[in-house]
C-alpha cells in the first residue's frame, strides 16, 4: 500500500509542475549536459613528434564526442572524425565497462595512437576504425564486437578483445588473427575482472611487449563466481542479464597472467605465490623494461612487485609492500624510465605519500619526494632533462605544478592557479596541457610550454549555467581541522537563519569539498530555494595523510559519521545563519550510506534525509573495495553489523527517502529492497522511488528534473 501511495504521489507531483520555473529548467539542461561538463576537452594524445595534440570533445548543445586535431605550431583546430556510434548498440561487456570508467557521452568515447602518429583505432558501435591522419581516411574494417583496441608499439598491428578472446589485426594485410582459443562467458583472455575495472582502476587487460614480439594478458576464470542478475521490470518476457559478482568474504575470479609470442602462438603461463596473492593489481611492459606484474594478498596489507621472465613464465621479487591496515594502488606504478636501468614508486609507508627512485634490480637508490611535501600524484617523466613532473596538493585541497630532478634536490613549481588541476605532458615535456577548474562551470584548458609559457587554449564548448555559484571554503575546522564549503542562497541575509542541507559522501577515494564553485550547481540549486548547503571532508577521504585515511579501518559506522557531527557543529558556531534544528542530509553511493546512516543513528541532528544507491549491508558489497576497510566478513563480524543500515532500520523516526536504480550494476537494487522492507517494521516516515532501467549513474533529463523536485518537496516538507 505504500508503494502505491509513492508512485500515485510522483504521478500527482509531475503532472502539476509541467511548467517548469527557470531553476527546475536548470536542473533539466544540467542532467542534458552532464553536469555542464559536455564539451569539456578531454583525452589528450600528444604526437610524439611535439606538433600536434589529439583530443575528444563534443560540439555545443550535444553530448555525442568527436575526435579533434590542434596544431601546434598554428593553432589551428580541426575536426578528424565523427562517428554515429550509439551506447544503445554496443554489447553487454562494453557497456560494463564503460559504467566501470563513469562514461555516461555517446559518440567517441576512446581513442589510441599509434606510436608513428600515423594511425587512430576507433570503434563504432562495436565496430573497429581506423583513421589515417596523413590521407584523412575513415577505414571502417570488417571486424566487430571489438573491446579495447591497442596498437602494437611498432604500429603495425593492433590487438583487442573480441568474444572472449584475444584478436590481432594486421594493419599492412588487413588480416585478423586469433591469438587465444580458450575463452567463453567464464573464462575470458585480455579483460580485466570486475573488481579491478570498478576498484582498482584498471580498466586494460592486455599489454603489449616493447617489441611487438609478444602479448601479455589476463586469463579470468569467474565459473565460481557468485552470479547476479538483472531484470527489466518493464519487460518480464526478457531474460535478464546475468553477471559475475563476488560479496565480501566470497569467491573471487580466479586470475593469471600468461604471455603469447605472435609468431607460433604459443602461450606461457607467468608463475607466483596464487595461493598468497590473489590480486593482480596491475601489468607494466615498457621501453627497454621488464614485464612486471604487481600483485596483492587479498586483505591488501601485503603486495609484492615481481620481475617476469616471459620466456620461462618465472617471476622474482623486486620490491614488496606491507601496511597494517591496507595498501593504496598507484596505477601509474611502477614507472620505468626509458634506459631500463631504473624506475619510479610510490609509497606510503612513512605515513604520506614518498616518491622513490629504484635501480633495475629493485635496489632503492634515492627518495625525491619526501612525505612532508605533500606529494599528490606523478604527471610524468621527462627524460630529456632527467626530471619527473608532479603535483603537490595543500591540505587536500589546493594543487601545484612541479618539477623533481632524477638526482634529487629542490621542488621547483610550475606557475598557475591553486585550484583543481589535470596536466597531460607531451614527450620530453616540450608542451603541457594544464585543465583548472574555475569560479564559473566551464572547465580552462591551456597550451604551455615546459617552462610555463602559455601558448594556446583549446576551447570548452560547453554551455554555461545561467546560476551564480555562493561558496565559501573554511579550512581548518574543528579540532579534527575539517576542511568544508559552504553555499549561500542567492539572495543570502545575513539577519536570517536557514534551514541546512549536508550534501555528504564522507568515504573513501572521493572529497565531497573541491576546489571550484562549478562542482556545486546542484547544491547551488538548493540555495536558492531557501536553504544553506554544506559539505565537509571527514577522516576517510583522501589527500589528508596515511593515519587520516585509516582511521576508518574496521567500521565504516563509526568516525565517519562522527566527523560529519562534529563538523557540521563546528560549521553552526562559526556561522550563527546556520539553523541546526532544521539539517537535512543527501548523498549517493557511500554517500548514499551515509544520509540513511544519519538519520537512523542520529536523529538528534538529522531531521530529514535522500539517500541514493546506497549500500545497506556490506556483506553484500564486492570483495576488493569492502575487505580493504572492513576485513574479512568472517574476521569483523562486529564491524560489519555495526556498519549495516539493517542494525539500525527499525528505529527510523526521521522522513527518509531512498532512490536506487533498478538496473544498477555496481549497488544492486537489491540493497534498496532490504532497507525498506526492513523500514516497513519500523513504523517510520520512509519513501521509496525507483528509477527503473537506470544504472549507478543518473542522467535521463526526465529522472533528474523529477527527482529534485520530489527531493527538494522533501526537505521543504520535513524542515518547514
Not at 571502417?140 to 572472449?164: G, K, L
Not at 617489441?211 to 565460481?224: K, M, P
Not at 536553504?531 to 576517510?540: K, N, Y
Request: aromatic share 10%.
Amino acid at each position: 500500500m505504500q508503494i502505491s501511495l509513492i508512485l500515485s504521489a510522483i504521478m500527482t507531483f509531475s503532472s502539476t509542475h509541467s511548467a517548469s520555473s527557470p531553476l527546475d529548467i536548470l536542473m533539466r539542461r544540467y542532467a542534458e549536459t552532464r553536469g555542464f561538463t559536455s564539451g569539456t576537452p578531454q583525452s589528450f594524445r600528444f604526437t610524439s613528434d611535439g606538433k600536434a595534440v589529439l583530443f575528444l570533445r563534443s560540439p555545443k548543445n550535444e553530448l555525442a564526442q568527436r575526435l579533434y586535431e590542434l596544431d601546434i605550431a598554428t593553432h589551428h583546430e580541426r575536426e578528424l572524425v565523427t562517428i554515429s556510434k550509439n551506447n544503445a548498440e554496443l554489447s553487454v561487456t562494453e557497456k560494463a565497462r564503460l559504467e566501470r570508467q563513469r562514461i555516461s557521452v555517446s559518440g567517441l568515447t576512446s581513442f589510441q595512437l599509434s606510436a608513428d602518429n600515423n594511425w587512430v583505432s576507433l570503434v563504432d558501435g562495436g565496430q573497429l576504425c581506423l583513421f589515417h591522419r596523413g590521407k584523412r581516411t575513415l577505414d571502417r574494417t570488417p571486424v566487430h564486437d571489438v573491446i579495447d583496441p591497442v596498437f602494437s608499439p611498432d604500429s603495425q598491428a593492433i590487438a583487442y578483445v573480441r568474444n572472449h578472446d584475444l584478436y590481432l589485426y594486421q594493419l599492412a594485410t588487413r588480416h585478423e588473427e586469433r591469438l587465444t582459443t580458450t575463452g567463453n562467458e567464464n573464462n575470458t583472455n585480455g579483460l580485466a575482472e570486475f573488481v579491478a575495472q570498478e576498484e582498482m582502476n584498471r580498466i586494460h587487460g592486455f599489454w603489449w611487449s616493447p617489441d611487438s614480439q609478444a602479448i601479455a594478458f589476463e586469463q579470468s576464470d569467474t565459473t565460481h563466481v557468485e552470479q547476479f542478475h538483472i531484470a527489466d521490470p518493464t519487460h518480464p518476457e526478457k531474460p535478464p542479464l546475468r553477471f559475475p559478482y563476488p560479496r565480501a568474504g566470497k569467491t573471487n575470479a580466479v586470475t593469471r597472467i600468461a604471455v603469447v609470442r605472435l609468431r607460433d602462438k604459443k602461450t606461457q603461463s607467468v608463475i607466483w605465490d596464487f595461493s598468497r596473492y590473489e590480486y593482480i593489481a596491475n601489468v607494466t611492459w615498457e621501453k627497454n623494461s621488464p614485464l612486471c606484474v604487481l600483485v596483492q594478498t587479498r586483505d591488501q596489507k601485503d603486495e609484492a612487485l615481481l620481475r617476469v621472465d616471459e620466456k620461462t613464465g618465472q617471476t622474482r621479487l623486486l620490491l614488496s609492500e606491507h601496511d597494517d591496515k591496507w595498501i593504496n594502488l598507484y596505477p601509474e606504478m611502477p614507472k620505468w624510465l626509458e634506459t631500463g636501468s631504473q624506475f619510479l614508486w610510490l609509497t606510503e609507508r612513512d605515513g604520506a605519500l614518498v616518491l622513490e627512485l629504484y635501480d633495475s634490480n629493485g635496489h632503492l637508490l634515492r627518495n625525491l619526494v619526501d612525505h612532508h611535501q605533500s606529494l599528490r600524484s606523478v604527471v610524468g617523466v621527462d627524460e630529456l632533462h632527467r626530471q619527473v613532473w608532479i603535483l603537490t596538493n595543500e591540505n587536500g585541497l589546493y594543487d601545484q605544478l612541479a618539477t623533481i630532478s632524477l638526482e634529487g634536490g629542490q621542488l621547483i613549481s610550475k606557475p598557475g592557479p591553486a585550484a583543481g588541476r589535470e596536466v597531460s605532458l607531451s614527450k620530453n615535456a616540450q608542451y603541457y596541457i594544464e585543465q583548472t577548474r574555475t569560479q564559473t562551470a566551464l572547465t580552462q584548458t591551456f597550451l604551455f610550454t615546459r617552462e610555463g609559457r602559455k601558448v594556446g587554449e583549446i576551447v570548452n564548448t560547453g554551455e554555461l549555467p545561467a546560476l551564480q555559484v555562493h561558496a565559501q571554503w573554511v579550512h581548518h575546522l574543528g579540532a579534527q581541522q575539517f576542511n568544508a564549503v559552504v553555499i549561500r542562497p542567492q539572495h543570502f541575509s545575513s539577519t536570517q537563519k536557514y534551514p541546512v542541507l549536508m550534501s555528504v559522501y564522507g568515504g573513501p577515494n572521493h572529497n565531497q569539498v573541491l576546489p571550484s564553485a562549478s562542482s556545486y550547481l546542484r547544491e547551488q540549486w538548493f540555495a536558492d530555494h531557501g536553504f544553506i548547503v554544506v559539505a565537509i571532508d571527514g577522516r576517510g577521504t583522501p589527500l589528508r595523510g596515511r593515519e587520516w585515511e585509516r582511521a576508518i579501518a574496521g567500521n565504516f559506522a563509526e568516525v565517519t559519521l562522527q566527523d560529519q557531527v562534529d563538523g557540521l557543529a563546528a560549521l553552526g558556531e562559526k556561522f550563527v545563519e546556520l539553523d541546526l534544528q532544521r539539517v537535512g542530509i543527501f548523498g549517493w553511493s557511500f554517500g548514499g550510506y551515509m544520509a540513511a546512516l544519519a538519520v537512523l543513528k542520529r536523529p538528534d541532528v538529522y531531521h530529514a534525509a535522500v539517500a541514493g544507491a546506497p549500500v545497506v549491508d556490506w556483506h553484500d558489497y564486492d570483495t576488493y573495495y569492502t575487505e580493504r576497510y572492513l576485513g574479512a566478513p568472517q574476521q569483523n563480524l562486529e564491524g560489519y553489523q555495526f556498519s549495516n543500515l539493517l542494525t539500525y532500520a527499525e528505529s527510523l523516526t526521521r522522513p527518509l527517502m531512498v532512490v536506487h536504480g533498478s538496473a544498477d550494476d555496481n549497488v544492486y537494487f537489491f540493497h534498496s529492497l532490504k532497507l525498506t522492507r526492513a523500514l516497513l517494521k519500523s513504523d517510520g516516515p520512509f519513501s521509496f522511488v525507483p528509477l527503473v532501467e537506470r544504472t549507478h549513474h543518473v542522467w535521463d533529463a526526465d529522472d533528474v528534473q523529477n527527482l529534485y523536485r520530489l527531493m527538494l518537496k522533501h526537505f521543504q516538507t520535513a524542515l518547514k
